[in-house]
């Protein structure tokens, strides 16, 4: 397992001079031993996210907080188990949440907002650009927008599962430059440093491989939700969008910042620069949107970059023109995420006529994302 220098990481991170930041902040690191909000942990973060603003940063933060927040006030003693109480609890913790945030911003001038959302914000497209959209306007105008999962109303069959993966689709459906994760562990190591003393943390990331995730745990904090596997999930997602990313102790002094100077010590996440980006549309397919039905491809040893009528072997659902749908090979296996140019009855009419009245292309090149070739957590 190769391990990068960090004078690599610095000079790269100065090169393509970040501006706008996403954070993502876990429940951990946000609250007391009893499971409240720690007043000084919340002072501390917002001094960073100050200190970016003033140096002429923009700034989003992704915060967890709001189920560990609010449990003792619904009167538990630990955290909750089921989805009712979890729910209730992150009504109450919410607006304890963004009381203090707010309190503290304006404290130091400056304006936070509230953006709740749930996963199906983002599998609808249209909502996907309008959420997009409004938090464009808060930043241009300068207004700090913390954004959380909507938990008192998703159910698990619509969550995001963690922050982690909710900050990097949101550090991509920005635009982000750079997305710092902020948890109780200092970056990726080796093996489990707890187990394993001769541990060493890796400095640098530049694909997340099979060797990488294996060391990766499943485990998260008492009050938290994400382990390292969530993690490397949602660097995955950064760096097919060319963002960078940065896993640190939120403890550390000033991590935040020196972490943008590409100063700080921690893991950083950052895919090679001659990469094949995924822009907004493919990011959209590839990590939010609803596939509903399937095309079965016959595959030949080039990696395909859309999907022609003369290659399809069989199609599952009933989709409509305009639906995304799963593309996969003759053994079931995964090739990508597509939008389609015809109606599953349009694809069906044409398989089983002797004249194929048809486009031979089912799927275009700008709205297919070949697993093969990027390599991404599709769903």
Same mark, same amino acid.
């Given at each position: 397992m190769k391990i990068w220098k960090l004078e690599d990481v610095i000079i790269s991170i100065q090169a393509t001079k970040p501006k706008r930041i996403v954070v993502k902040i876990g429940s951990s690191s946000l609250t007391s031993l009893h499971g409240e909000i720690s007043r000084k942990k919340l002072e501390k973060l917002v001094e960073q996210l100050v200190k970016l603003k003033d140096n002429g940063y &923009? /700034?989003?933060l992704v915060s967890s907080g709001a189920v560990a927040a609010g449990y003792r006030k619904l009167g538990f003693l630990e955290r @909750? +188990? !089921? *989805? @009712? &109480? +979890?729910?209730?609890?992150? !009504?109450?913790?919410?607006? #304890? #949440?963004m009381e203090a945030y707010s309190d503290l911003f304006l404290s130091h001038g400056y304006v936070a907002s509230q953006i709740l959302i749930t996963r199906g914000d983002f599998s609808d497209e249209t909502r996907y650009n309008n959420v997009r959209n409004t938090i464009n306007v808060l930043v241009d105008r300068g207004i700090i927008p913390i954004i959380n999962e909507n938990d008192t109303v998703t159910v698990d069959r619509l969550r995001f599962g963690d922050n982690d993966t909710l900050s990097? +689709?949101?550090? =991509? *459906?920005? %635009?982000?430059? $750079? #997305?710092?994760? *902020? !948890?109780?562990?200092? =970056?990726?190591?080796?093996?489990? @440093? /707890? +187990?394993? @003393?001769k541990a060493t943390r890796i400095e640098r990331v530049k694909a997340i491989t099979p060797e990488i995730e294996a060391v990766a745990g499943d485990a998260g904090s008492a009050v938290g939700t994400g382990g390292m596997k969530s993690k490397l999930d949602a660097f995955k997602i950064a760096m097919a969008s060319g963002i960078? %990313? $940065? *896993?640190?102790?939120a403890t550390e002094k000033d991590i935040i910042y020196r972490s943008v100077l590409g100063e700080a010590e921690g893991t950083y996440f950052e895919a090679d620069q001659d990469m094949d980006y995924l822009n907004r549309k493919k990011q959209w397919i590839a990590f939010n949107s609803g596939p509903v039905g399937e095309i079965i491809m016959k595959m030949d040893d080039q990696i395909p970059h859309s999907v022609e009528f003369h290659n399809i072997s069989a199609i599952k659902g009933n989709f409509k023109q305009g639906d995304v749908v799963r593309i996969l090979d003759e053994a079931g296996a995964r090739i990508g995420l597509g939008i389609v140019n015809q109606a599953a009855s349009e694809l069906w009419h044409a398989l089983a006529s002797p004249v194929r009245n048809i486009e031979e292309t089912i799927v275009d090149q700008e709205a297919f994302v070949c697993e093969l070739e990027h390599t991404v957590p599709i769903r």
């Open positions: &923009e /700034v989003l @909750p +188990k !089921s *989805l @009712p &109480e +979890k729910q209730a609890a992150a !009504s109450i913790g919410q607006g #304890l #949440l990097a +689709k949101v550090a =991509g *459906l920005v %635009g982000a430059d $750079f #997305l710092a994760v *902020l !948890s109780d562990i200092d =970056g990726l190591y080796t093996d489990n @440093p /707890v +187990k394993n @003393p960078i %990313g $940065f *896993l640190g102790d």
